[in-house]
């Protein structure tokens, strides 16, 4: 059974899982966003914040999309303003995810994920949702990502 990780990571959390994911045996394609985010950390909130309240998309750079060798996809989103970003708007757009076992597996600074899993319950009415509050200063958290 071939497992993958695709994720975004804006500030480590999601690599943090991407490392410990692989050593479990995932493939990992770490997606990348071809709009630089702002460097200082208000205005990093404000236009993330704003892109990913207006469900927007962001261009990547080289994503792979194709999944068809793999039974098991786990996806790794940070939640911006409550939603996905840009960049996973994109993946959930140009992946063909249909007859996979799904598990969406958020980091977020409140380990709260409500509107981003109303929209997946919409989406992917099949797949799991893990949610861990910045797992990167709470070690504690990976307990919840055991049974990947
Ligand atoms: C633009 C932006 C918006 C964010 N919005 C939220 C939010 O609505 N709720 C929340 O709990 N955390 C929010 N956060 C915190 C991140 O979700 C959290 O730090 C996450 O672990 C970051 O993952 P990363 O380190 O892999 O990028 C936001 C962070 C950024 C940069």
Sequence with gaps: MKKLFIY???????????KL???KGYD????????KMPKSFFFM???GGF???MKLKGKLIDYNNNVEEYDEIVIGSPVWNGQFPPAI????AQTNL??????FLFYSGSGDTPKAIKRIDKLFKDAKVISTKEPKKHPEELEKIKDL
């Design 28 to 35: 990992v394609r770490k997606v990348i966003e071809k709009k």
């Design 21 to 23: 994911l692989q050593e």
């Design 51 to 53: 892109r990913a309240g």
């Design 45 to 47: 909130i404000l236009a």
């Design 89 to 92: 708007n994109s993946v959930l």
């Design 8 to 18: 975004y990571s804006l500030t480590g959390n999601g690599d943090y899982l991407a």
């Design 98 to 103: 249909k007859e996979k076992k799904i598990t």
